[in-house]
């Protein structure tokens, strides 16, 4: 297999060719019983007529051809160096990626430094933006923090903001994170020296779909975008505007029927989460916890421009919010402009008859108490 690596590297890097048509001659060189080696000493004619190449695709190959020396010389010092080079038949590769991006979209070759395990562990992505407010940065850490628990794997794409908080929370409640670079693999030397206790211990996976040398550019950036949606199962979204990668990722993966949960906003806030909710995104608290029959115009009703401090009108808030989801006191306060403490609140909420206690761990979460189990607690 090791010989066949040059050969990867010069077909997954084919410039002015698109992933699905390699993708697609990969599929046929296996259909002929051919290896990548043997698909690239064709005859022209068999190029021609058993893979249907055109004059342009002919040349590019040729091209690719006569760097293939510089390509084995580059996969030796890969290797000595700890990567991995994994192409997209390998029972290494991601099948998280196949599921998600298709034959159209899944990267003919990834690198990967680190636990490869990790890609076929149950994963989550948290998004997001670079100038993230400090209540998306709380909710990826809540996110980050439930995942870790649950043994689940944090993707995130190592830029400011909310990525760089998806990855230091996993690492700080001793989660797996996988790290999706917007560069060469080889450029990440600075990350490399930093995460390196984290990537021996089988516990970080520094991975990247671009030639290994590469050096970070902003199309990168958002090319890597997919790849991070690709490798996760479900995808948490802190914060977003109405443009730019967070969005066009959110709106492409609605698109394709994907998962996707994101952050209620406060009123104060401005950003396009409740358009994204509108657009059938799933709305979440800042716990990450799904929140039923959610209204947009309803919650927005219920903030008003001062503090309530009234009991009864405090009260009537409260019952109005909690039908429409779950809470905590944190998020009821920061809802409502209540202006109470938290304990208040929480010793508050914990003797109302109405209210049921869903969490009675920290932090304790709250609803409106059902029907059914209002009549059970009376009989």
């Known amino acids: 297999m090791k010989q066949e690596y040059a050969y990867w590297i010069a077909l997954a890097h084919l410039p002015r060719m698109k992933t699905a048509r390699k993708n697609e001659l990969i599929v046929r060189f296996f259909?002929?019983?051919?290896?990548?080696v043997d698909?690239?000493?064709?005859?022209?004619?068999d190029w021609q007529n058993l893979f249907s190449l055109n004059e342009k695709e002919i040349e590019l190959l040729n091209n690719a051809k006569n760097e293939l020396a510089n390509y084995s010389f580059l996969v030796e010092d890969l290797l000595e160096q700890g990567y991995d080079i994994i192409p997209i038949t390998s029972p290494d590769?991601?099948?998280?990626?196949?599921?998600?991006?298709?034959?159209?979209?899944?990267?003919?070759?990834?690198?990967?430094?680190?636990?490869?395990?990790?890609?076929?562990?149950?994963?989550?992505?948290?998004?997001g933006s670079r100038k993230a407010e400090a209540i998306?940065?709380?909710?990826?850490?809540?996110?980050?923090?439930?995942?870790?628990?649950?043994?689940?794997?944090?993707?995130?794409?190592?830029?400011?903001?909310?990525?760089?908080?998806?990855?230091?929370?996993?690492?700080?409640?001793?989660?797996?994170?996988?790290?999706v670079l917007p560069q060469g693999i080889t450029t990440f030397k600075s990350g490399f020296k930093k995460y390196y206790k984290q990537i021996i211990n089988g516990d970080v996976l520094v991975l990247s779909t671009f030639f290994p040398k590469a050096p970070w550019s902003v199309q990168?950036?958002?090319?890597?975008?997919?790849?991070?949606?690709?490798?996760?199962?479900?995808?948490?979204?802190?914060?977003?505007?109405?443009?730019?990668?967070?969005?066009?990722?959110?709106?492409?993966?609605?698109?394709?029927?994907?998962?996707?949960?994101?952050?209620?906003?406060?009123?104060?806030e401005k950003n396009a989460n409740n358009l994204l909710i509108?657009?059938?995104?799933?709305?979440?608290?800042?716990?990450?916890?799904?929140?039923?029959?959610?209204?947009?115009?309803?919650?927005?009703?219920?903030?008003?421009?001062?503090p309530s401090s009234t009991l009864e009108d405090v009260d009537s808030k409260i019952i109005k919010l909690l039908s429409l989801g779950v809470f905590s006191s944190k998020e009821i306060i920061k809802r409502l402009k209540i202006d109470w403490t938290t304990r208040k609140l929480?010793?508050?909420?914990?003797?109302?008859?109405?209210?049921?206690?869903?969490?009675?761990?920290?932090?304790?979460?709250?609803?409106?108490?059902?029907?059914?189990?209002?009549?059970q607690s009376l009989f």
């Open 93 to 127: 590769y991601s099948p998280i990626i196949k599921n998600n991006l298709k034959r159209a979209y899944s990267p003919p070759l990834i690198y990967t430094k680190g636990n490869k395990q990790i890609m076929k562990e149950n994963s989550i992505a948290i998004v």
């Open 220 to 268: 990168l950036a958002m090319a890597r975008n997919s790849i991070i949606y690709g490798l996760a199962k479900e995808i948490y979204v802190a914060e977003s505007s109405e443009k730019g990668g967070t969005w066009s990722g959110v709106v492409d993966g609605l698109r394709k029927g994907r998962n996707i949960f994101v952050r209620t906003p406060l009123s104060s």
């Open 278 to 306: 509108q657009k059938g995104a799933i709305p979440v608290d800042s716990q990450g916890d799904k929140i039923e029959n959610y209204s947009f115009q309803e919650m927005k009703a219920l903030v008003v421009n001062k």
């Open 136 to 179: 998306s940065l709380e909710f990826t850490d809540n996110v980050a923090k439930t995942a870790s628990k649950d043994y689940t794997v944090v993707v995130s794409g190592f830029a400011k903001g909310v990525d760089k908080q998806a990855l230091d929370s996993a690492i700080k409640y001793k989660g797996q994170s996988i790290i």
């Open 39 to 45: 698909f690239f000493h064709c005859e022209k004619s």
């Open 31 to 36: 259909e002929e019983k051919q290896n990548i």
């Open 346 to 375: 929480t010793n508050y909420l914990k003797k109302n008859q109405n209210i049921e206690v869903l969490n009675k761990k920290s932090p304790m979460k709250f609803t409106i108490k059902r029907k059914e189990n209002i009549q």
